[in-house]
């Protein structure tokens, strides 16, 4: 029977549906080829052109590389195939939906000059370039970090409880279980009293997971929701670009972040590959309000006729008091509409501006030549890095493109540990124990290039020796891999090709 729900679920089918246009579209293409050698021409100097145009775009270069070899291969159609999959930007529809919402937020944001004068070293933590994103750095915000989603749901169950005006959810997966039953029932209640709940989920994250006719419950309740870019059975690049981000927002003044969804594994209500280690952060205060403005810029996009103040929403309007908090918070976004990869660029500066200590926690670490280079010239320059992935995978392909690089990593010095105890979920990235930052940002190509995310950059902050302990502890709990442990992966015929693939998965 539960073979059968799998093989009946809305995934199975419109994955099914999707491979079979894809072998459709290969059998029409090659039988064109085959037909007319004029098309055949066609098609052979189409996919030369792309190939050369390739090189000389701004672009990747492991995914230039890629995409140029699968053209080379398979000239008669590798063209075709990139011009329907290669380009990373998101469809024309989706970027006219989601655009004017962002330009909107974006301007809603401004930096406190004072601030950004005060701030000290400022260039160690990439703040110029970040404010030129639209991302302000914040004071006056107290910051809570949680080593376990464990924790972070407790409080946060607290402060959905204690909600008096507005509740604004947005995550990647929702899954049924505990959390999902808890949660939904305080909304509900929510809702009755008369708070303003919304809520985004992304469709295609939550297509096996989430009840039947979900959404249309939600808006039954009184619950505005967003299914954020719908997951249809078409073989396009439109499916590739999912909203990952995890917000929820409270009354203005009380924010949440971090990698747990709304399933019960990350709160190890349900074990799924051994012990799930998960991170978190809450912001009180004045940064809340960039969470605010991230997750308005997508709900915007869905209710476009949705008139209303949103200064109505700011973090002082439900709080008059003074906010307290030491150092200085950053809430920021990264997404594919743009050629900005903010978040490979923040971690790039922190590498490069480190001294003493790089500390990374990720769950998924496939990362491109220029990533591998920074954090193994560091490492030669005499910077401690330590890079933390799980010991027990959740998807096995990608496992073994993480453990590729090894043998790369620790010949260059740098140590590298598994998380025995089971999955490492968490993405969070120190330096020099005075700068941390937190969210939803993995080391992979998907996170980087294509997904909709957001972390939030600490420094100086009082929780910031909390992450730091936080990757003591964990350091006691994990194997540290050996260069020996690791030369048959970098040997491996599989985990070759799987690296050489690994910007198209």
């Not at 009293?193 to 039947?212: A, K, N, Q």
């Not at 808006?219 to 909203?243: E, M, T, Y």
């Not at 030491?326 to 660029?345: K, T």
Request: net charge neutral; hydrophobic share 40%.
């Amino acid at each position: 029977m539960k073979l059968l729900k799998i093989f009946l679920s809305r995934l199975v089918i419109y994955m099914t549906i999707i491979l079979f246009q894809a072998i459709y579209l290969l059998f029409v293409a090659y039988r064109l080829v085959e037909y007319n050698q004029l098309i055949h021409l066609f098609f052979i100097i189409l996919s030369y052109s792309i190939a050369i145009y390739l090189v000389s775009k701004d672009e990747n270069t492991n995914y230039k590389i890629a995409w140029i070899i699968a053209i080379l291969v398979l000239p008669d159609i590798g063209g075709l195939l990139y011009i329907l999959i290669g380009n990373k930007r998101p469809s024309f529809l989706l970027r006219n939906k989601l655009l004017p919402g962002i330009e909107k937020m974006n301007a809603l944001r401004h930096q406190d000059e004072q601030i950004k004068k005060t701030i000290i070293n400022k260039k160690t933590i990439s703040l110029d370039y970040l404010i030129s994103q639209h991302f302000p750095i914040y004071k006056n915000t107290d910051t809570i970090y949680y080593s376990l989603g464990d924790y972070n749901y407790r409080d946060m169950l607290a402060d959905l409880r204690n909600a008096k005006h507005f509740i604004f959810m947005e995550y990647f997966i929702v899954s049924k279980g505990l959390m999902f039953d808890t949660i939904f029932e305080i909304l509900r209640e929510k809702v009755k009293e008369g708070v303003d709940v919304r809520f985004i989920y992304d469709d295609f994250g939550s297509v096996s997971t989430i009840p039947f006719k979900f959404k249309q419950k939600l808006q039954s309740w009184g619950i505005k929701c967003v299914a954020f870019n719908r997951f249809v059975p078409l073989f396009s690049i439109s499916q590739n670009h999912r909203d990952h981000r995890k917000i929820c927002v409270i009354d203005g003044y009380i924010g949440y972040s971090g990698g747990f969804n709304i399933a019960d594994e990350y709160i190890n209500a349900k074990e799924r590959f051994g012990h799930w280690k998960d991170t978190g952060i809450r912001l009180e205060g004045d940064a809340v309000w960039s969470l605010t403005t991230m997750f308005l810029s997508t709900f915007y996009a869905y209710y476009p006729d949705l008139e209303e103040d949103v200064d109505a929403f700011r973090p002082h309007v439900h709080h008059p008091e003074p906010f307290k908090g030491n150092g200085y918070v950053l809430p920021y976004g990264d997404e594919p509409l743009d050629d900005e990869w903010v978040g490979e660029n923040v971690y790039l500066n922190l590498i490069t501006h480190a001294s003493r200590e790089i500390m990374i926690m990720t769950p998924y670490f496939i990362i491109d030549d220029t990533m591998l280079k920074s954090l193994t010239l560091a490492a030669k320059n005499g910077v401690r890095v330590k890079v933390f992935t799980p010991h027990i995978p959740d998807k096995r392909l990608v496992f073994r493109v993480t453990r590729s690089y090894y043998y790369q990593l620790i010949k260059a010095g740098i140590e590298v540990y598994e998380y025995t105890p089971g999955f490492l979920h968490a993405k969070v990235m120190m330096v020099d124990r005075k700068i941390a930052t937190v969210g939803t940002i993995n080391f992979d190509y998907r996170s980087l290039y294509l997904h909709f995310e957001c972390n939030t950059l600490l420094y100086q902050c009082h929780c910031i020796d909390a992450i730091y302990q936080d990757f003591k502890n964990l350091e006691y709990v994990s194997q540290r891999m050996t260069i020996e442990e690791t030369w048959h992966y970098k040997v491996g015929i599989i985990e070759a090709f799987l690296r050489l693939i690994s910007p198209l998965m």
